[in-house]
């Protein structure tokens, strides 16, 4: 797309040590991150072959890999996954993060929680502070990542008003708060739907303008 794109790591995953639910009480898992497969640990060998519920097609493969039977890939977020599941899942695993989003559960559904990870917050690399210095398009995957990213720039003294955000979703977006030269939205919660909206808000936005 000839973008000149820098990635820089916000947070450290660490796993968890947590308590396995016996298999036999588990109808289906949901997963909200491949995070949970990548960092859950061998407690997950007992849920090989059970069907799972992905928040999205990232998850889904790293589900794929750890032995599930992926039966659906959302779209738009966790809470309409839920939406979707089949009457015979009533009791449900979700396998997530220490910090993760609270979930609307509809009636007639249980889920049990185990948190396997942890995202801790890294301080802002010295590259990425060098890159805010100028004009820059930032793009945000998380709620707890544009909050980070906010609170980051503002003890580091960087000034929003030159900073553009690409925000995969509206919570996203509201995290970040306000102060920015623009805050724009991915039509649809996808990678795809994100650079081309990245790359939208490059133009005729000249780095040192």
């Given at each position: 797309m000839?973008?000149?794109a820098r990635a820089f790591p916000l947070?450290?995953?660490?796993?968890?040590?947590?308590?396995?639910?016996?298999?036999e009480a588990v109808d289906a898992l949901l997963l909200g991150s491949a995070n949970a497969l990548r960092h859950g640990g061998?407690?997950?060998?007992?849920?090989?072959?059970?069907?799972?519920?992905?928040?999205?097609?990232?998850t889904a493969e790293a589900a794929r890999k750890a032995g599930l039977d992926v039966i659906l890939t959302g779209c738009g977020?966790?809470?309409?996954?839920?939406?979707?599941i089949d009457p015979a899942h009533r009791r449900l695993l979700r396998l997530a993060g220490r910090e993760r989003i609270v979930l609307d559960v509809p009636p007639g559904l249980s889920i049990t929680t185990r948190e396997v990870y942890a995202s801790e917050a890294l301080p802002l690399p010295d590259g990425l502070k060098a890159l805010?210095?100028?004009?820059?398009?930032?793009?945000?995957?998380?709620g707890e990542a544009a909050a980070?990213?906010?609170?980051?720039?503002a003890e580091a003294g960087i000034d929003r008003a030159?900073?553009?955000?690409?925000?995969?979703?509206?919570?996203?977006?509201?995290?970040?708060?306000?102060?920015?030269?623009?805050?724009?939205?991915?039509?649809?919660?996808?990678?795809?739907?994100?650079?081309a909206l990245a790359r939208d808000l490059c133009q005729g936005?000249?780095?040192?303008?």
């Open positions: 000839g973008l000149d947070f450290a995953i660490r796993a968890r040590d947590w308590e396995p639910v016996a298999r061998a407690a997950l060998e007992r849920y090989r072959g059970l069907p799972a519920y992905a928040v999205g097609e990232r977020g966790l809470q309409g996954v839920l939406g979707r805010l210095a100028i004009p820059a398009v930032v793009l945000l995957h998380s980070h990213f906010a609170r980051a720039c030159q900073i553009r955000l690409a925000a995969l979703g509206p919570r996203i977006a509201d995290a970040a708060g306000s102060g920015w030269a623009a805050i724009a939205i991915a039509p649809e919660p996808n990678d795809a739907a994100l650079l936005f000249t780095p040192g303008s």
